[in-house]
C-alpha cells in the first residue's frame, strides 16, 4: 500500500532521538535499527570507522495514525552536512515503479540535488531530489513492476 511517512537525518545521535520519540509516542521501532556496518562497502571505498559502523543507517518508529518517523544517521565523516531545513525529507513509497517514475519525473522540474531511480541493495528502486521549491523529496519504492 502506498504511503508517505518523513525522514529525520540527524548529525548522529539518531538513536538517542528515536528512543525519546519512542518513548513519548509509546510505541516500538517496526524493525531492528540498521546501522552503516551492514552497508556492502563498495570497490575503492574507504574504510569505516568503528563510531561510523555503529551509527544508524536507518531506523523507523510509527507515532500517530498510521504515520511513521523514519531517520539517519547523516555524518559529516561521509560528506553529509547538516543545517537547518536539510535534516528532513518526505519519503513517498508508491505501489508501482511506473508511479514512482512519474512522481519523480514531475518533482524533478527545476530540481536540484538529484540522486537517480535505481536499484539499493536493500531491494528497493530509490531515488531522491530537491525541488525547485527547496522541498527534500526521497522515492522508495519496493514493488519489482
Request: charged share 20%; proline share 4%.
Amino acid at each position: 500500500m502506498a504511503r508517505t511517512t518523513t525522514y529525520l537525518n540527524f548529525a548522529g545521535n539518531t538513536e538517542q532521538a528515536f528512543e525519546f520519540y519512542r518513548a513519548v509516542f509509546q510505541t516500538e521501532y517496526s524493525a531492528p535499527i540498521s546501522r552503516m556496518g551492514e552497508v556492502p562497502s563498495g570497490p575503492g571505498a574507504p574504510a569505516m570507522s568503528e563510531e561510523d559502523k555503529r551509527a544508524v543507517l536507518h531506523v523507523a518508529l510509527p507515532i500517530l495514525g498510521g504515520h511513521v518517523l523514519m531517520g539517519t544517521d547523516a555524518l559529516e565523516s561521509m560528506g553529509h552536512k547538516l543545517v537547518e531545513g536539510n535534516n528532513f525529507a518526505l519519503n513517498l513509497q508508491p505501489d508501482t515503479r511506473a508511479e514512482t517514475e512519474r512522481l519523480f519525473n514531475a518533482l524533478s522540474e527545476g530540481a536540484t540535488e538529484v540522486m537517480a531511480l535505481r536499484e539499493q541493495f536493500w531491494g528497493a528502486y530509490f531515488g531522491s531530489l530537491r525541488d525547485k521549491f527547496g522541498v527534500r523529496w526521497m522515492f522508495n519504492c519496493e514493488a519489482k513492476a
